[in-house]
């Protein structure tokens, strides 16, 4: 595949991802802050961001699967995971988890534990997504190409 | 005590680090704000991430922490290193809020908050905790080019306060501009107070204080254009008493205002000075916090109308006292709220008009130096303005002092009224701070500090007319103190203006007998003094060489007799302190332990003695305080056992101050 090509796959990849509310703005600004001297700054911060995203779903799953669930502390996971999906752009992950706080409020135990369901997928959503993204930007640049930017 | 002493330090160097020329928004250099040193703290790494790349991407100088307790240990070390940090709300180790409160209190630097949580009410904590701005995340880059505004405006608003308060830290930076335009204090309200001592004394410190300060000479015009209000001692005390009517909880601007009644005062600037005043009272509880570990709730807890004798106070007495607590930093703290330098302990109240009345009035006033240097052991300074007025010394006094034992009882110069008490020992310190702590549960004497009232204004002619008679304010020794470290002394003294005062006695018949103290009223001569000390200890209250620092007190010594002093006598009575005349004036005051406290604001800086004469709290054992109000003769009030306090209730004091 030519570089062109590839670097088409991934404007349409990309233009998908926001047009499915996977990503926003935010991510584009991302790309924005990715320069010479940081030229992997959005996949680190991704790479992050996956590794906090998983360690925040471990610590929920743990944290609503308690006897007494202590729903302040499951509030302050999911106020961790919606601060930092919104930080990336996680579009989706970050309304599941404005909705999650809710139901933390209301000490609603059946509602979080569906909130942590959807959240979890949605994540591994974004995730599948944003790594076929990365791929495509490996080969673009193995190619002899470079990434392009968003408008 | 360390802490405490860098408090003001940092703060300088802080607003220093930027560099004035910056600051002053002219004279930028040409890549401002570019190298704005920030901190950033978020436990979120992706978020640390990111902002640290937004930050770089505006050429900032970025520090980054994912912990707040190391934030706060990072800014304690290098201070003056950052001038704006950037923190989340939610961290584990520690609330934002928290290290917010930390920063204010410690470093003063520009604080942005930021967080996910965009409720109005989240912002809305952030902003009552102090936070420049509030930041939702996510956080745009747009957003961040801008936060050099935070410093610039911190800066600005700085020179502005200092204008309507001062505080001591912008007094301290901005001294020399202030000297410069003294001129134009065309606009204080209260010009006729700030005497022309005052602004020499003023200008002796500037001079002195020129060299240390070598950056504060960006002179800012568009500050010395603007009307100010100098918030001088008297303006003050009416400002505290009446916020001590309202209640400091419910004391709003606009009835201060009303309350005050002060031509030419605006409601901006009795809110400007309530601002600073609770940020005073609020740096107050983070001090103690730092110095003696005395829980917060302590000293935050500000009741409205707080009963004389605080523990409060009494704690930073008992610290400067002993030495813990530089007298500096107590003296800045209270300044701050009169906006006055304090670069050493000389007191400005000395050279408020009404001294200087007094001074003219029945100048038989020793010469500060006298005394203290009599006994071998100067108390304070003063500038030598102050005692030049008062041109005639005692003669005999010296000899009184020496008669003394050296670490028995200090008193204290005429003039100035300063009687300077030191303990010796710290452990005494200590067993106030637990005494202080274990008494914090009792509600009377937990708080108060802050309202104290100060405010005793009368003016001198008044006080001739005043009869002190006995105002014995027993004070019963409290348990706590009963080890041998404890002496209480009180000393009342009498101007010599004032012939009626002969009072001080303290009682002490009635006092569980223990022991008699000696009230001298020789009116007009001298002053009295009496003091109890306990019989096991006599060594224990000294006066504190200039080094220690230790005490104060006060200061308008021209009023003392109108005020009748509490003396305290903590059950018995050294025979050998028994009587010394002191010098004439000196009014003031014992108790106990608090004795020290009294000079920042209070003595030190009022002007009319503002006494808070009743403050002492500590009893042991009942903790009560009693009130004693002054209805112009002479009460006597002896509660056996008791403490004795005496209050002048705010509205006593406007009373006597209207007629």
Request: charged share 20%.
């Amino acid at each position: 595949m030519d570089v062109n090509q590839l670097q088409r796959r991934w404007f349409d990849l990309t233009a998908s991802l926001f047009r499915e509310g996977f990503l926003d703005d935010q991510y584009t600004q991302l790309q924005q802050l990715q320069d010479e001297s940081n030229p992997d700054f959005v996949f680190e911060v991704v790479s992050l961001f996956f590794d906090d995203s998983e360690r925040l779903l471990n610590d929920l799953a743990t944290a609503l699967d308690q006897p007494v669930v202590d729903f302040r502390k499951v509030d302050a996971h999911v106020h961790q995971f919606k601060g930092s999906s919104s930080s990336i752009g996680a579009q989706r992950v970050k309304n599941v988890c404005i909705a999650f706080r809710n139901y933390c409020e209301e000490n609603n135990r059946e509602g979080c534990w569906r909130c942590l369901q959807q959240v979890k997928h949605e994540y591994a959503l974004v995730k599948s997504k944003l790594e076929s993204l990365f791929r495509l930007e490996q080969e673009i640049v193995a190619a002899g190409g470079s990434v392009p930017m968003m408008e | 005590m360390t802490t405490v002493q860098k408090l003001p330090v940092s703060t300088l160097s802080t607003a220093n680090s930027y560099g004035p020329s910056k600051a002053d928004g002219r004279g930028l250099s040409n890549q401002f704000p570019a190298g704005l040193r920030v901190l950033v703290v978020d436990d979120d790494t992706t978020c640390l991430k990111i902002l640290e790349q937004m930050l770089r991407k505006c050429s900032y100088e970025v520090t980054t922490c994912c912990r707040a307790t190391m934030a706060l240990s990072l800014l304690r070390e290098r201070k003056g290193g950052f001038d704006v940090v950037i923190s989340d709300v939610y961290m584990p180790d520690m609330d934002g809020y928290k290290l917010l409160e930390y920063v204010g209190l410690e470093m003063d630097l520009p604080v942005i908050m930021m967080s996910s949580d965009g409720r109005t009410s989240a912002v809305m904590r952030g902003i009552k905790h102090g936070a420049c701005d509030y930041l939702i995340k996510p956080v745009r880059i747009e957003e961040l080019k801008n936060i050099w505004q935070h410093v610039i405006r911190k800066k600005w608003n700085d020179n502005k306060e200092i204008e309507n308060s001062g505080s001591v830290e912008e007094v301290e930076r901005h001294n020399k501009r202030v000297a410069v335009d003294e001129a134009d204090y065309a606009s204080s309200v209260n010009e006729g107070a700030d005497g022309s001592c005052w602004k020499s004394q003023k200008k002796r410190r500037d001079a002195k204080e020129e060299e240390e300060d070598g950056e504060l000479d960006n002179d800012d015009p568009s500050a010395s254009k603007k009307p100010r209000v100098v918030w001088s001692v008297e303006l003050h005390q009416q400002f505290v008493s009446a916020v001590n009517q309202l209640g400091i909880d419910k004391a709003v601007p606009k009835r201060i205002l009303e309350l005050m009644n002060v031509p030419g005062l605006t409601r901006e600037n009795v809110a400007s000075h309530l601002q600073k005043f609770r940020l005073y009272l609020k740096r107050l509880s983070g001090v103690a916090q730092q110095q003696g570990g005395i829980p917060n709730s302590f000293c935050s807890s500000v009741e409205p109308n707080s009963k004389p004798g605080s523990l409060r106070g009494f704690d930073f007495q008992a610290m400067a006292a002993s030495g813990q607590l530089p007298p500096q930093a107590l003296a800045a703290l209270h300044a701050e709220l009169l906006g006055r330098p304090t670069g050493n302990l000389v007191f400005p109240g000395v050279d408020s008009s009404v001294l200087l009345q007094a001074s003219l009035q029945g100048p038989k006033c020793v010469p500060i130096e006298h005394a203290p240097i009599a006994i071998g052991q100067p108390l304070m300074k003063c500038s030598p303005n102050i005692s030049k007025q008062f041109s005639q010394p005692i003669e005999g006094v010296p000899s009184g002092f020496t008669a003394w034992p050296p670490n028995s009882l200090g008193m204290a110069d005429p003039s100035s009224n300063v009687v300077g008490l030191n303990t010796p020992s710290s452990n005494f310190l200590v067993q106030m701070l637990q005494q202080q702590q274990e008494q914090q549960s009792s509600p009377e004497s937990s708080h108060n500090i802050n309202v104290q009232p100060s405010c005793l204004i009368v003016p001198p002619q008044v006080s001739n007319g005043f009869q002190l008679g006995n105002n014995p304010s027993p004070v019963s020794q409290s348990s706590t103190f009963s080890s041998d470290n404890i002496a209480g002394y009180s000393l009342i003294s009498s101007q010599s203006n004032n012939p009626s005062f002969g009072v001080g006695q303290v009682l002490d018949g009635d006092l569980k007998n223990v022991g008699v103290i000696n009230g001298y009223s020789v009116p007009g001569v001298s002053s009295m003094s009496s003091c109890s000390i306990r019989p096991e200890n006599h060594t224990i209250w000294r006066i504190p060489g200039p080094s220690s620092n230790a005490s104060i007190i006060n200061k308008s010594s021209s009023f003392a007799p109108s005020i009748p002093e509490a003396s305290a006598s903590y059950g018995s009575r050294t025979s050998g302190f028994s009587d010394q005349g002191l010098g004439r004036n000196l009014g003031f005051v014992g108790k106990g332990t608090c004795i020290p406290s009294r000079f920042a604001i209070d003595d030190t800086e009022s002007p009319r003695s503002e006494h808070m004469s009743g403050r002492i709290a500590m009893n042991g054992d009942s903790n009560k305080l009693i009130k004693q109000e002054v209805n112009g003769d002479l009460m006597d009030s002896t509660k056996v056992g008791i403490p004795g306090v005496q209050y002048f209730a705010p509205s006593d004091l406007m009373s006597i101050i209207s007629k």
